[in-house]
Protein backbone atom coordinates (compact mmCIF):
# COMPACT_ATOMS: atom_id res chain seq x y z
CA UNK A 1 0.00 0.00 0.00
CA UNK A 2 2.87 2.15 1.11
CA UNK A 3 4.11 2.33 -2.44
CA UNK A 4 1.43 3.01 -4.24
CA UNK A 5 0.51 5.75 -2.04
CA UNK A 6 3.39 7.55 -3.95
CA UNK A 7 1.54 6.24 -7.75
CA UNK A 8 -1.55 8.40 -8.55
CA UNK A 9 -3.89 6.54 -11.06
CA UNK A 10 -5.04 9.24 -13.72
CA UNK A 11 -8.87 9.69 -13.19
CA UNK A 12 -9.66 10.12 -17.36
CA UNK A 13 -7.98 7.67 -19.74
CA UNK A 14 -8.92 9.15 -23.59
CA UNK A 15 -11.83 10.87 -21.50
CA UNK A 16 -13.37 7.81 -20.76
CA UNK A 17 -13.46 7.28 -16.36
CA UNK A 18 -10.52 5.17 -15.08
CA UNK A 19 -12.48 1.85 -14.81
CA UNK A 20 -10.07 -0.91 -15.59
CA UNK A 21 -6.38 -2.17 -15.92
CA UNK A 22 -5.04 -1.69 -12.01
CA UNK A 23 -7.45 -4.27 -10.80
CA UNK A 24 -4.44 -6.43 -9.62
CA UNK A 25 -3.16 -3.05 -7.23
CA UNK A 26 -7.19 -2.61 -6.43
CA UNK A 27 -7.29 -5.98 -4.55
CA UNK A 28 -4.08 -5.59 -2.83
CA UNK A 29 -5.25 -2.02 -1.12
CA UNK A 30 -8.70 -3.13 -0.55
CA UNK A 31 -7.82 -6.83 1.49
CA UNK A 32 -6.58 -5.44 4.65
CA UNK A 33 -7.58 -6.14 7.93
CA UNK A 34 -6.04 -3.31 9.76
CA UNK A 35 -8.37 -1.11 11.26
CA UNK A 36 -9.90 1.89 9.68
CA UNK A 37 -11.57 3.62 12.97
CA UNK A 38 -10.24 2.31 15.97
CA UNK A 39 -7.43 4.38 15.71
CA UNK A 40 -8.72 7.73 15.72
CA UNK A 41 -12.60 6.62 16.82
CA UNK A 42 -13.07 9.18 20.13
CA UNK A 43 -16.22 7.32 20.96
CA UNK A 44 -15.70 4.77 23.79
CA UNK A 45 -18.62 2.12 24.02
CA UNK A 46 -19.11 1.94 27.70
CA UNK A 47 -20.44 5.61 27.17
CA UNK A 48 -22.79 5.04 25.03
CA UNK A 49 -26.19 3.43 25.27
CA UNK A 50 -27.46 3.57 21.92
CA UNK A 51 -25.97 4.86 18.39
CA UNK A 52 -27.51 5.43 15.05
CA UNK A 53 -25.89 5.29 11.52
CA UNK A 54 -27.05 7.71 8.41
CA UNK A 55 -25.61 7.49 4.74
CA UNK A 56 -26.63 9.35 1.94
CA UNK A 57 -27.25 7.96 -1.42
CA UNK A 58 -26.24 10.18 -4.70
CA UNK A 59 -26.57 9.36 -8.29
CA UNK A 60 -27.07 10.45 -11.73
CA UNK A 61 -27.33 8.34 -14.90
CA UNK A 62 -25.49 8.67 -17.71
CA UNK A 63 -27.43 8.81 -20.92
CA UNK A 64 -26.44 9.62 -25.02
CA UNK A 65 -28.29 13.09 -24.94
CA UNK A 66 -25.31 15.78 -25.65
CA UNK A 67 -24.43 17.56 -28.35
CA UNK A 68 -24.20 14.87 -31.11
CA UNK A 69 -25.53 12.16 -29.13
CA UNK A 70 -22.42 12.11 -26.83
CA UNK A 71 -22.28 10.56 -23.69
CA UNK A 72 -23.16 13.27 -20.39
CA UNK A 73 -24.48 12.81 -17.02
CA UNK A 74 -28.38 13.42 -16.39
CA UNK A 75 -27.49 16.51 -14.35
CA UNK A 76 -25.61 17.55 -17.31
CA UNK A 77 -28.92 17.64 -19.45
CA UNK A 78 -30.44 19.26 -16.38
CA UNK A 79 -28.25 22.44 -16.68
CA UNK A 80 -29.16 22.81 -20.29
CA UNK A 81 -32.68 21.96 -19.90
CA UNK A 82 -34.08 23.87 -17.17
CA UNK A 83 -38.01 24.01 -17.86
CA UNK A 84 -38.48 20.01 -19.00
CA UNK A 85 -40.09 17.93 -15.76
CA UNK A 86 -38.25 18.90 -12.67
CA UNK A 87 -34.89 20.10 -14.16
CA UNK A 88 -35.42 23.01 -12.47
CA UNK A 89 -33.87 21.52 -9.37
CA UNK A 90 -30.22 21.40 -11.02
CA UNK A 91 -28.88 23.58 -8.75
CA UNK A 92 -30.13 22.10 -5.87
CA UNK A 93 -29.04 19.28 -6.31
CA UNK A 94 -25.37 19.79 -7.66
CA UNK A 95 -25.11 21.75 -3.89
CA UNK A 96 -26.22 18.65 -2.46
CA UNK A 97 -23.53 16.41 -3.77
CA UNK A 98 -20.58 18.87 -2.26
CA UNK A 99 -22.52 20.37 0.91
CA UNK A 100 -21.04 17.58 3.21
CA UNK A 101 -17.66 19.06 2.58
CA UNK A 102 -19.33 22.32 4.39
CA UNK A 103 -21.28 20.94 6.74
CA UNK A 104 -18.30 18.51 8.53
CA UNK A 105 -16.25 21.08 9.16
CA UNK A 106 -18.49 23.41 10.14
CA UNK A 107 -19.96 20.99 12.92
CA UNK A 108 -16.45 20.13 13.83
CA UNK A 109 -15.02 23.99 14.34
CA UNK A 110 -18.76 24.02 16.62
CA UNK A 111 -17.52 21.35 19.04
CA UNK A 112 -19.87 18.33 17.51
CA UNK A 113 -19.18 15.30 16.64
CA UNK A 114 -21.00 14.32 13.47
CA UNK A 115 -20.72 11.20 11.12
CA UNK A 116 -22.20 10.53 7.70
CA UNK A 117 -21.64 7.42 4.98
CA UNK A 118 -21.52 9.03 1.50
CA UNK A 119 -22.79 6.33 -1.59
CA UNK A 120 -22.36 7.98 -4.91
CA UNK A 121 -22.18 5.99 -7.94
CA UNK A 122 -19.43 5.96 -10.66
CA UNK A 123 -21.65 8.03 -12.99
CA UNK A 124 -22.16 10.66 -10.46
CA UNK A 125 -18.61 11.00 -10.25
CA UNK A 126 -17.57 10.63 -13.85
CA UNK A 127 -20.58 13.17 -14.66
CA UNK A 128 -19.07 15.52 -12.04
CA UNK A 129 -15.83 15.33 -13.62
CA UNK A 130 -16.99 15.54 -17.11
CA UNK A 131 -18.86 19.19 -16.41
CA UNK A 132 -16.16 20.57 -14.66
CA UNK A 133 -17.58 20.18 -11.74
CA UNK A 134 -14.37 20.27 -9.68
CA UNK A 135 -15.23 22.13 -6.70
CA UNK A 136 -18.01 19.66 -5.67
CA UNK A 137 -15.33 16.97 -6.44
CA UNK A 138 -12.65 19.63 -3.85
CA UNK A 139 -15.09 19.78 -1.31
CA UNK A 140 -15.44 16.10 -0.58
CA UNK A 141 -12.01 15.67 -0.67
CA UNK A 142 -11.61 18.42 2.04
CA UNK A 143 -13.49 15.46 4.24
CA UNK A 144 -12.11 12.43 2.77
CA UNK A 145 -8.25 13.08 2.59
CA UNK A 146 -5.53 10.63 3.59
CA UNK A 147 -3.23 12.98 3.39
CA UNK A 148 -2.05 16.02 4.84
CA UNK A 149 -4.90 17.81 7.01
CA UNK A 150 -7.18 14.66 8.05
CA UNK A 151 -8.95 16.44 10.95
CA UNK A 152 -12.23 15.50 8.93
CA UNK A 153 -11.42 11.91 8.11
CA UNK A 154 -12.84 10.01 10.99
CA UNK A 155 -16.11 11.58 10.88
CA UNK A 156 -17.05 10.44 7.27
CA UNK A 157 -17.11 7.00 5.32
CA UNK A 158 -17.50 6.39 2.11
CA UNK A 159 -19.47 3.01 0.87
CA UNK A 160 -18.67 1.20 -1.90
CA UNK A 161 -21.60 0.30 -4.42
CA UNK A 162 -21.68 -0.77 -8.58
CA UNK A 163 -20.53 1.84 -10.62
CA UNK A 164 -23.23 1.65 -13.07
CA UNK A 165 -25.91 1.87 -10.49
CA UNK A 166 -26.56 -1.80 -11.21
CA UNK A 167 -29.65 -3.68 -9.05
CA UNK A 168 -27.64 -6.71 -8.49
CA UNK A 169 -30.55 -9.52 -8.80
CA UNK A 170 -30.70 -8.82 -12.41
CA UNK A 171 -27.29 -8.33 -13.49
CA UNK A 172 -25.61 -10.62 -15.56
CA UNK A 173 -23.64 -12.80 -12.47
CA UNK A 174 -20.19 -12.33 -14.23
CA UNK A 175 -20.87 -8.68 -14.23
CA UNK A 176 -21.14 -7.87 -10.53
CA UNK A 177 -17.65 -7.94 -9.63
CA UNK A 178 -16.77 -5.96 -12.87
CA UNK A 179 -19.29 -3.04 -11.40
CA UNK A 180 -17.93 -3.53 -7.91
CA UNK A 181 -13.93 -3.83 -8.93
CA UNK A 182 -14.65 -0.70 -11.53
CA UNK A 183 -15.81 1.93 -8.78
CA UNK A 184 -13.19 0.77 -6.56
CA UNK A 185 -10.58 1.85 -8.87
CA UNK A 186 -12.80 4.86 -10.03
CA UNK A 187 -12.23 6.08 -6.55
CA UNK A 188 -9.06 5.44 -5.69
CA UNK A 189 -8.13 7.78 -9.08
CA UNK A 190 -10.04 10.76 -7.60
CA UNK A 191 -9.42 10.22 -4.34
CA UNK A 192 -6.50 8.27 -3.46
CA UNK A 193 -5.28 4.92 -2.88
CA UNK A 194 -5.52 5.17 1.00
CA UNK A 195 -9.22 6.35 0.76
CA UNK A 196 -9.52 3.51 -0.89
CA UNK A 197 -8.09 1.19 1.52
CA UNK A 198 -10.76 2.86 4.35
CA UNK A 199 -13.79 1.58 2.09
CA UNK A 200 -15.70 -1.67 4.13
CA UNK A 201 -19.05 -1.22 3.95
CA UNK A 202 -21.08 -1.58 0.51
CA UNK A 203 -24.13 0.12 -0.55
CA UNK A 204 -26.46 -1.98 -3.22
CA UNK A 205 -28.30 0.33 -5.32
CA UNK A 206 -31.76 0.45 -4.83
CA UNK A 207 -31.53 -1.50 -1.49
CA UNK A 208 -31.75 -4.68 -3.99
CA UNK A 209 -30.85 -7.93 -2.37
CA UNK A 210 -30.36 -11.14 -4.77
CA UNK A 211 -32.80 -13.88 -3.36
CA UNK A 212 -31.92 -16.32 -5.85
CA UNK A 213 -29.41 -18.59 -4.39
CA UNK A 214 -26.86 -18.95 -7.13
CA UNK A 215 -27.06 -15.14 -7.29
CA UNK A 216 -26.38 -13.56 -3.99
CA UNK A 217 -23.77 -16.24 -3.50
CA UNK A 218 -21.88 -14.55 -6.30
CA UNK A 219 -22.72 -11.37 -5.04
CA UNK A 220 -21.46 -11.78 -1.74
CA UNK A 221 -18.37 -14.24 -2.79
CA UNK A 222 -17.23 -10.80 -4.61
CA UNK A 223 -18.12 -8.33 -2.03
CA UNK A 224 -15.35 -10.41 0.05
CA UNK A 225 -13.00 -10.49 -2.66
CA UNK A 226 -13.11 -7.01 -3.37
CA UNK A 227 -12.69 -6.41 0.59
CA UNK A 228 -15.82 -5.60 1.55
CA UNK A 229 -16.35 -6.41 5.33
CA UNK A 230 -19.97 -5.20 5.43
CA UNK A 231 -22.94 -4.69 3.41
CA UNK A 232 -26.41 -2.58 4.26
CA UNK A 233 -29.75 -4.74 3.86
CA UNK A 234 -33.33 -3.37 3.64
CA UNK A 235 -35.02 -5.15 6.78
CA UNK A 236 -38.34 -6.51 4.61
CA UNK A 237 -35.62 -7.91 1.92
CA UNK A 238 -34.52 -10.75 4.78
CA UNK A 239 -36.16 -12.77 6.86
CA UNK A 240 -34.44 -15.16 9.81
CA UNK A 241 -33.61 -18.63 8.36
CA UNK A 242 -36.44 -20.69 9.99
CA UNK A 243 -38.39 -17.80 7.55
CA UNK A 244 -39.55 -14.94 10.33
CA UNK A 245 -39.30 -11.43 10.36
CA UNK A 246 -36.12 -10.65 12.22
CA UNK A 247 -36.88 -10.31 15.84
CA UNK A 248 -34.60 -7.15 16.13
CA UNK A 249 -33.60 -5.51 13.47
CA UNK A 250 -31.31 -2.92 15.53
CA UNK A 251 -28.06 -5.78 15.88
CA UNK A 252 -25.93 -6.61 13.03
CA UNK A 253 -26.01 -9.38 11.53
CA UNK A 254 -24.78 -12.40 9.66
CA UNK A 255 -26.40 -13.04 5.80
CA UNK A 256 -26.06 -16.55 5.08
CA UNK A 257 -25.67 -17.05 1.57
CA UNK A 258 -26.13 -20.86 0.14
CA UNK A 259 -25.69 -21.87 -3.43
CA UNK A 260 -26.82 -24.37 -5.57
CA UNK A 261 -23.54 -26.49 -4.72
CA UNK A 262 -24.23 -26.50 -1.38
CA UNK A 263 -21.13 -23.93 -0.43
CA UNK A 264 -21.76 -21.24 1.81
CA UNK A 265 -20.51 -17.91 2.52
CA UNK A 266 -21.64 -15.13 4.76
CA UNK A 267 -21.60 -11.30 5.68
CA UNK A 268 -21.95 -9.11 8.20
CA UNK A 269 -25.41 -6.73 6.79
CA UNK A 270 -25.93 -3.78 9.08
CA UNK A 271 -30.03 -3.95 8.72
CA UNK A 272 -31.69 -0.60 7.38
CA UNK A 273 -34.91 -0.13 8.87
CA UNK A 274 -38.43 0.80 7.79
CA UNK A 275 -39.04 1.83 3.54
CA UNK A 276 -37.57 4.16 1.42
CA UNK A 277 -38.60 7.59 2.52
CA UNK A 278 -36.26 10.14 2.16
CA UNK A 279 -37.86 11.95 5.34
CA UNK A 280 -36.18 9.64 7.77
CA UNK A 281 -32.74 10.53 6.97
CA UNK A 282 -33.85 14.07 5.96
CA UNK A 283 -34.99 14.80 9.50
CA UNK A 284 -32.80 12.45 11.57
CA UNK A 285 -35.06 10.32 12.47
CA UNK A 286 -32.66 7.15 13.28
CA UNK A 287 -31.51 10.07 16.13
CA UNK A 288 -34.49 10.03 17.58
CA UNK A 289 -35.40 6.34 17.17
CA UNK A 290 -31.98 5.49 19.00
CA UNK A 291 -32.91 7.66 21.70
CA UNK A 292 -35.93 4.97 22.55
CA UNK A 293 -33.21 2.67 22.51
CA UNK A 294 -31.03 0.72 25.34
CA UNK A 295 -27.84 -1.97 25.23
CA UNK A 296 -28.28 -5.24 23.86
CA UNK A 297 -26.17 -8.53 25.24
CA UNK A 298 -24.79 -10.15 22.17
CA UNK A 299 -22.81 -12.64 23.10
CA UNK A 300 -20.98 -12.46 26.44
CA UNK A 301 -20.87 -8.55 25.64
CA UNK A 302 -22.94 -5.47 26.31
CA UNK A 303 -23.52 -3.70 23.20
CA UNK A 304 -25.12 0.02 21.69
CA UNK A 305 -28.18 -1.05 19.37
CA UNK A 306 -27.49 0.49 16.19
CA UNK A 307 -30.34 2.52 14.18
CA UNK A 308 -29.26 2.50 10.18
CA UNK A 309 -30.62 4.45 7.27
CA UNK A 310 -30.20 5.48 4.27
CA UNK A 311 -32.14 8.23 1.70
CA UNK A 312 -31.43 9.63 -1.36
CA UNK A 313 -29.10 12.93 -0.63
CA UNK A 314 -30.82 15.54 -2.80
CA UNK A 315 -34.16 13.71 -3.83
CA UNK A 316 -37.21 15.66 -2.60
CA UNK A 317 -38.04 19.04 -1.11
CA UNK A 318 -37.48 17.40 2.01
CA UNK A 319 -34.07 16.60 1.67
CA UNK A 320 -32.71 19.42 -0.33
CA UNK A 321 -34.29 22.46 2.09
CA UNK A 322 -34.82 20.72 5.59
CA UNK A 323 -32.39 18.27 5.79
CA UNK A 324 -29.54 20.64 6.69
CA UNK A 325 -31.58 22.48 9.71
CA UNK A 326 -32.16 19.13 10.75
CA UNK A 327 -29.29 17.53 10.63
CA UNK A 328 -27.38 20.29 12.46
CA UNK A 329 -29.85 20.68 15.25
CA UNK A 330 -29.01 17.16 15.75
CA UNK A 331 -25.53 17.18 16.47
CA UNK A 332 -26.20 20.28 18.50
CA UNK A 333 -28.96 18.45 20.53
CA UNK A 334 -26.19 15.39 21.22
CA UNK A 335 -23.27 17.78 22.19
CA UNK A 336 -25.85 19.36 24.85
CA UNK A 337 -27.12 15.82 25.96
CA UNK A 338 -23.34 13.82 26.95
CA UNK A 339 -20.67 16.01 24.87
CA UNK A 340 -21.31 14.41 21.41
CA UNK A 341 -19.41 11.28 23.02
CA UNK A 342 -21.70 9.61 25.15
CA UNK A 343 -25.34 8.66 25.50
CA UNK A 344 -26.50 8.26 22.04
CA UNK A 345 -24.42 8.69 19.60
CA UNK A 346 -23.98 8.95 15.46
CA UNK A 347 -21.44 6.51 13.80
CA UNK A 348 -20.17 5.33 10.70
CA UNK A 349 -20.98 1.07 10.33
CA UNK A 350 -17.14 0.34 10.00
CA UNK A 351 -16.26 2.53 13.25
CA UNK A 352 -19.46 0.80 15.10
CA UNK A 353 -18.07 -2.71 13.90
CA UNK A 354 -14.97 -2.20 15.11
CA UNK A 355 -15.91 -0.75 18.34
CA UNK A 356 -17.94 -3.80 19.31
CA UNK A 357 -15.51 -6.55 18.17
CA UNK A 358 -12.93 -4.54 20.32
CA UNK A 359 -15.26 -4.94 23.17
CA UNK A 360 -15.26 -8.87 22.69
CA UNK A 361 -18.17 -9.47 20.00
CA UNK A 362 -17.81 -11.74 16.97
CA UNK A 363 -19.30 -12.45 13.87
CA UNK A 364 -20.97 -15.82 15.15
CA UNK A 365 -22.13 -14.15 18.21
CA UNK A 366 -24.70 -12.23 15.62
CA UNK A 367 -28.11 -13.66 14.50
CA UNK A 368 -28.44 -14.87 10.89
CA UNK A 369 -30.34 -13.92 8.10
CA UNK A 370 -31.01 -14.50 4.62
CA UNK A 371 -32.75 -13.19 1.72
CA UNK A 372 -36.26 -13.17 2.11
CA UNK A 373 -38.17 -16.21 0.36
CA UNK A 374 -35.15 -18.72 0.59
CA UNK A 375 -36.73 -20.46 3.36
CA UNK A 376 -39.04 -22.01 1.03
CA UNK A 377 -36.97 -23.01 -1.13
CA UNK A 378 -34.33 -24.67 1.40
CA UNK A 379 -37.80 -26.42 3.04
CA UNK A 380 -37.73 -28.27 -0.58
CA UNK A 381 -34.00 -29.26 -0.85
CA UNK A 382 -31.93 -31.08 1.63
CA UNK A 383 -28.44 -29.57 2.92
CA UNK A 384 -27.12 -32.61 1.30
CA UNK A 385 -28.53 -32.70 -2.10
CA UNK A 386 -25.76 -30.29 -4.49
CA UNK A 387 -27.48 -30.86 -7.42
CA UNK A 388 -27.84 -27.27 -9.02
CA UNK A 389 -31.45 -28.51 -10.81
CA UNK A 390 -32.85 -29.31 -7.10
CA UNK A 391 -32.76 -25.67 -6.41
CA UNK A 392 -34.60 -24.91 -9.97
CA UNK A 393 -36.98 -27.32 -9.14
CA UNK A 394 -37.90 -25.90 -5.91
CA UNK A 395 -38.23 -22.49 -7.53
CA UNK A 396 -40.78 -23.73 -9.85
CA UNK A 397 -42.73 -26.23 -7.62
CA UNK A 398 -43.18 -22.89 -5.25
CA UNK A 399 -44.46 -20.70 -7.89
CA UNK A 400 -47.08 -23.59 -8.75
CA UNK A 401 -47.98 -22.91 -5.65
CA UNK A 402 -47.71 -19.06 -4.92
CA UNK A 403 -47.48 -17.18 -8.27
CA UNK A 404 -46.20 -13.85 -5.90
CA UNK A 405 -43.56 -16.02 -5.24
CA UNK A 406 -39.99 -14.81 -7.50
CA UNK A 407 -36.44 -14.91 -7.24
CA UNK A 408 -36.25 -11.16 -8.80
CA UNK A 409 -35.04 -9.89 -5.37
CA UNK A 410 -36.35 -7.58 -3.06
CA UNK A 411 -35.64 -4.10 -2.92
CA UNK A 412 -36.45 -0.72 -0.69
CA UNK A 413 -40.42 -0.36 -2.11
CA UNK A 414 -41.49 -4.31 -3.65
CA UNK A 415 -44.24 -1.99 -5.78
CA UNK A 416 -41.73 -2.16 -8.47
CA UNK A 417 -39.75 -4.54 -10.74
CA UNK A 418 -37.01 -4.16 -12.73
CA UNK A 419 -37.86 -6.75 -14.64
CA UNK A 420 -41.12 -6.75 -15.04
CA UNK A 421 -42.04 -4.62 -18.61
CA UNK A 422 -38.42 -4.30 -19.55
CA UNK A 423 -37.68 -7.25 -21.76
CA UNK A 424 -36.99 -4.31 -24.29
CA UNK A 425 -33.83 -3.32 -21.95
CA UNK A 426 -33.52 -6.73 -20.43
CA UNK A 427 -32.70 -8.72 -23.84
CA UNK A 428 -30.13 -6.19 -25.38
CA UNK A 429 -28.41 -5.92 -21.81
CA UNK A 430 -27.91 -9.62 -21.48
CA UNK A 431 -26.88 -9.93 -25.17
CA UNK A 432 -24.49 -7.21 -24.59
CA UNK A 433 -22.57 -8.69 -21.33
CA UNK A 434 -22.94 -12.06 -23.51
CA UNK A 435 -20.15 -9.82 -26.34
CA UNK A 436 -18.42 -9.15 -23.91
CA UNK A 437 -17.15 -11.80 -22.08
CA UNK A 438 -17.35 -13.75 -25.55
CA UNK A 439 -14.38 -11.31 -26.92
CA UNK A 440 -12.18 -10.70 -24.24
CA UNK A 441 -12.69 -13.72 -21.17
CA UNK A 442 -10.47 -15.99 -22.95
CA UNK A 443 -8.14 -13.67 -23.80
CA UNK A 444 -7.90 -12.38 -19.98
CA UNK A 445 -7.05 -16.16 -19.14
CA UNK A 446 -3.68 -15.32 -20.63
CA UNK A 447 -2.92 -12.37 -19.52
CA UNK A 448 -0.85 -11.92 -15.99
CA UNK A 449 -0.21 -8.44 -16.80
CA UNK A 450 -3.43 -6.88 -16.90
CA UNK A 451 -2.62 -5.87 -20.01
CA UNK A 452 -6.24 -6.43 -21.84
CA UNK A 453 -7.91 -4.44 -19.29
CA UNK A 454 -5.54 -1.80 -19.81
CA UNK A 455 -6.54 -1.33 -23.56
CA UNK A 456 -8.76 1.24 -25.07
CA UNK A 457 -10.68 -1.41 -26.64
CA UNK A 458 -11.33 -3.08 -23.64
CA UNK A 459 -12.55 0.26 -21.57
CA UNK A 460 -14.53 1.49 -23.80
CA UNK A 461 -16.15 -1.95 -24.36
CA UNK A 462 -16.41 -2.36 -20.64
CA UNK A 463 -18.07 0.96 -20.04
CA UNK A 464 -21.17 -0.03 -22.79
CA UNK A 465 -21.56 -2.80 -20.32
CA UNK A 466 -22.00 -1.47 -17.24
CA UNK A 467 -23.56 2.04 -18.44
CA UNK A 468 -26.49 -0.33 -20.43
CA UNK A 469 -27.14 -2.25 -16.50
CA UNK A 470 -27.93 1.39 -14.99
CA UNK A 471 -31.45 0.66 -12.97
CA UNK A 472 -33.03 3.97 -14.43
CA UNK A 473 -33.18 2.81 -17.87
CA UNK A 474 -35.80 0.09 -16.32
CA UNK A 475 -37.36 2.70 -13.70
CA UNK A 476 -39.36 4.93 -15.45
CA UNK A 477 -41.39 3.04 -17.50
CA UNK A 478 -41.24 2.94 -21.28
CA UNK A 479 -40.05 5.56 -23.39
CA UNK A 480 -37.38 7.99 -23.51
CA UNK A 481 -35.28 5.97 -20.78
CA UNK A 482 -35.39 2.61 -22.85
CA UNK A 483 -34.50 4.49 -26.27
CA UNK A 484 -31.74 5.76 -24.18
CA UNK A 485 -30.73 1.87 -23.06
CA UNK A 486 -31.24 1.08 -26.71
CA UNK A 487 -28.46 3.40 -28.11
CA UNK A 488 -26.20 2.81 -25.12
CA UNK A 489 -26.88 -1.10 -26.62
CA UNK A 490 -26.23 -0.41 -29.95
CA UNK A 491 -23.42 1.45 -29.22
CA UNK A 492 -21.27 -1.37 -27.37
CA UNK A 493 -22.80 -3.84 -29.79
CA UNK A 494 -20.92 -2.12 -32.53
CA UNK A 495 -17.90 -1.66 -30.25
CA UNK A 496 -17.82 -5.20 -29.83
CA UNK A 497 -18.55 -7.13 -32.98
CA UNK A 498 -16.56 -4.37 -35.56
Request: hydrophobic letters at 40%; proline letters at 6%.
Amino acid sequence: MLSLQNTPLPEMIDGLPNISGWEAEVLSVVNNDAPVFLPTTNIKLEDVNAVFAIALHMHQPTIPAGDGGELISNLQYMFAHPHEGDNHNAGPFAYCYSRMGEFIPELVSQGCNPRVMLDYSGNLLWGLRQMGRNDILDSLKGVTSTVGDRTYQPHVEWLGTMWGHAVVPSTPIKDIKLHILAWQQHFAAIFGWGALARVKGFSPPEMHLPNHPDTLFQFVKALKECGYRWLLVQEHTVETIDGQSLIDRHLPHRLIARNSQGETISIIALIKTQGSDTKLVAQMQPYYEAKTLSKRRLGNVEIPPIVSQIGDGENGGVMMNEFPSAFKQAWWDMVNHGGGKSGVVGVCGTEYLELIAAAGVKSEDFPCCQPMGQHQIWQKVSPDNHQPEAVENAIQEIKQVNPNFHVEGASWTNHISWVRGYENVLSPMYELSSLFHQKFDNLLLNDSSSSITKQADYRQALLYNLLLQTSCFRYWGQGAWTDYAREIYQRGKSLLTS
